[in-house]
């Protein structure tokens, strides 16, 4: 009888089991893995968090999706390239060994053109959000991208010099670096063929003692410094020291609450360009982005924490949001999870983003021609919208 009740019980343990594996089976159902490609340690991991925080906001609105009259769940796997290019190639391959249909990022432009390669020798096409470097799509017919480009924001940022009367200007960037380099070169080429004088200089990665170099800068009337958010407040307190009065210009990675938290009252004067402003209703999209994501921010500390402390809208979470919403319509266009057809796809998406219309040239860059022009509010603490400009103005 003993026996009995084992070969009983054993039955049923068996029977249960399969029923859960049955029913795990029909839970997981169909899956579209979309891959996230972004910096969540090293000197990029503020932006890259931010960037992220965009991308999931739109994943909790869109999680699924219909491909061939069937019902596919999206499936977001995320990567930590370390804001390395020498490790960004193996966060690549972890997505192309996951099988991923579509990669999204990266928040900083040497990353994305080290990856670059691994993404089309594999045909699955990368859908660049702040990588504003023109090697990134240079090419490269799997890699798009939903922001403005270097040439036309140093181009923007020398204009500025101008319009404040600005005849001779520093130029910092950081050595080996494709994004601070290439934006560099860009401004001191606008400045310098509208009539102007620059200074230039350069520092190491890691370095954080730039005491001598912006000596260099004492007797400038301003200083453009495209760097990260972990050193610029770095720079911006040790120009004080040397220059009290310049301006300090910057560009798009300096939006991060990091920024004005480190270089407290010394962040006089600073002024940068940027891909989106969350005061801007002309949008409606834009609004309802912006209600929405605050919300989803407010309701977990730890989207709090990613986004820098507080629920201020960085521009780069609207372009993670855009970024995540054309691989949806390009998914759509395609109806196929495979890479290619997607590829195809997103050469003719055209949609009304939270940033603004967006469509891709046939590089693959966004048609995109205005930024957002910042700066410092020291004594609120936060950032302050003074205009739009586009590359002509």
């Known amino acids: 009888m003993k026996r009995m009740h084992k070969i009983i019980a054993l039955l049923m343990v068996l029977v249960l089991a399969v029923g859960m594996l049955a029913g795990c089976g029909a839970e997981k159902g169909k899956v579209i893995k979309i891959g996230i490609f972004e910096p969540g340690t090293g000197e990029n991991a503020g932006g890259g968090k931010q960037e992220v925080l965009g991308i999931r906001y739109a994943h909790s609105l869109v999680p699924e999706i219909e491909i061939g009259g069937e019902t596919y769940k999206i499936e ?21 060994s996951a099988k991923v249909s579509v990669v999204l990022g990266t928040y900083g432009s040497a990353c994305a053109i080290a990856a670059g390669s691994i993404f089309a020798q594999n045909k699955t096409p990368a859908i660049g959000c ?9 090419g490269n017919d799997y890699y798009f991208r939903v922001c403005f480009l270097d040439p ?18 520093g130029v910092l960037t950081q050595a080996g670096d494709d994004y601070s380099v290439g934006l560099g070169n860009y401004f001191t080429e606008a400045f310098k063929n509208a009539g102007g004088t620059v200074v230039p200089a350069s520092f190491q990665t890691g ?47 300096w939006e991060n609450g990091k920024i004005i938290e480190n270089a407290g009252d010394a962040a006089t004067n600073v002024y940068f360009s940027t ?29 709090l924490n990613n986004n820098g402390g507080d629920d201020t809208v960085a521009a780069v979470s609207a372009l993670g949001y855009d970024a995540y919403m054309a691989a949806i319509e390009a998914i759509k266009a395609a109806d196929s999870t495979d890479g290619t057809a997607i590829r195809d796809a997103l050469k003719d998406v055209e ?42 103005e």
């Open 76 to 96: 977001l796997v995320e990567v930590d390239n370390q804001s390395d290019a020498t490790k960004a190639p193996s966060a690549a391959q972890q997505l192309i």
């Open 207 to 253: 370095e954080t003692d730039f005491s001598a170099i912006v000596a260099n800068f004492k007797d400038c009337d301003a200083v453009f410094a495209p760097s990260s958010i972990e050193t610029g407040p770095l720079i911006i307190k040790q120009l004080r020291a040397v220059n009290k009065d310049c301006l300090i210009l910057a560009s798009d990675t």
């Open 275 to 303: 891909f989106f402003d969350e005061n801007d209703d002309s949008n409606t999209k834009s609004k309802e982005f912006v209600d929405g994501y605050k919300k989803w921010l407010n309701s977990d500390s730890a989207n």
């Open 351 to 392: 949609m009304t983003g939270v940033t603004g219309d967006l469509s891709f040239d046939e590089k693959g860059d966004a048609n995109k021609n205005m930024a957002y022009i910042k700066t410092i509010d020291v004594e609120n603490e936060c950032f302050k919208f003074l205009k739009t400009q586009t590359i002509a």
């Open 130 to 138: 702040s990588c504003t470097n023109p090697q990134v799509t240079e």
């Open 152 to 169: 036309f924001q140093g181009t923007v940022m020398a204009n500025l010099a101008l319009e404040q009367n600005c005849k001779k200007v």
